[in-house]
């Protein structure tokens, strides 16, 4: 009798032993694991936004430099990762630029861009300075001898059409007349800004 007891009652010892141990493992292995669904959206979200910042994106003018004119008209149809059961939305700053939905739900992807600006400048006088970064000006109108940097280029009055002359970006230019001159070009600017996209899987996860 005592042959058998002593083999049940180690039994029960190893058992209360490990029990703790085996519900430890299950415990840590349940808080680690990662639900399918925010796996799958944050690799949704990392691939689209990768995507809009590369050199080739839909609104990229080169690698993460971004055309502020051009993310205004970004769409759901430029997003690669609008399907079915999927809401993308695009941020840039904290501003919506694509509504996919509620930008508190799903999971979001960032990146640091440059925003570039270009804007419209007009100057008049008997000689102007056109800064550096300008690749190319527009004389709309000289009167008299027109000569960029020291080269004289024309001679003309109010009638002559404009006239576009290509500059050198890595300095300024200037543009003068001995009556007058106007000049207009696109100045360049840059803004750090960043970019968010947030994606939501829904339906039949």
Not at 95 to 103: C, R
Not at 106 to 133: C, I, K, Y
């Amino acid at each position: 009798m005592r042959s058998v007891l002593v083999p049940v009652v180690t039994l029960v010892a190893i058992l209360l032993l490990t029990a703790p141990v085996l519900v430890g493992i299950a415990v840590v292995d349940s808080a680690v694991e990662i639900p399918a669904t925010t796996g799958s959206e944050r690799t949704l979200a990392a691939s689209e936004a990768d995507r809009l910042v590369a050199d080739d994106g839909p609104v990229a003018v080169r690698s993460h430099v971004i055309d502020a004119n051009g993310i205004k008209t970004l769409s759901s149809a430029d997003l690669s990762s609008v399907q079915e059961n999927n809401a993308v939305t695009v941020q840039v700053n904290g501003d919506k630029v694509v509504d996919g939905g509620p930008s508190t739900d799903g999971t979001t992807v960032e990146r640091v861009v440059l925003l570039r600006h270009r804007e419209s400048q007009r100057l008049h006088n008997d000689t102007v300075v056109v800064p550096s970064g300008v690749t190319r000006v527009h004389i709309t109108h000289f009167h008299g001898q027109l000569v960029v940097d020291e080269t004289p280029l024309a001679t003309g009055n109010d009638t002559d059409p404009p006239v576009s002359v290509a500059v050198t970006p890595t300095a300024s230019t200037r543009i003068a007349a001995t009556g007058n001159v106007t000049v207009t070009y696109d100045a360049v600017r840059h803004e750090p800004a960043v970019l968010a996209v947030t994606v939501s899987r829904g339906g039949d996860e």
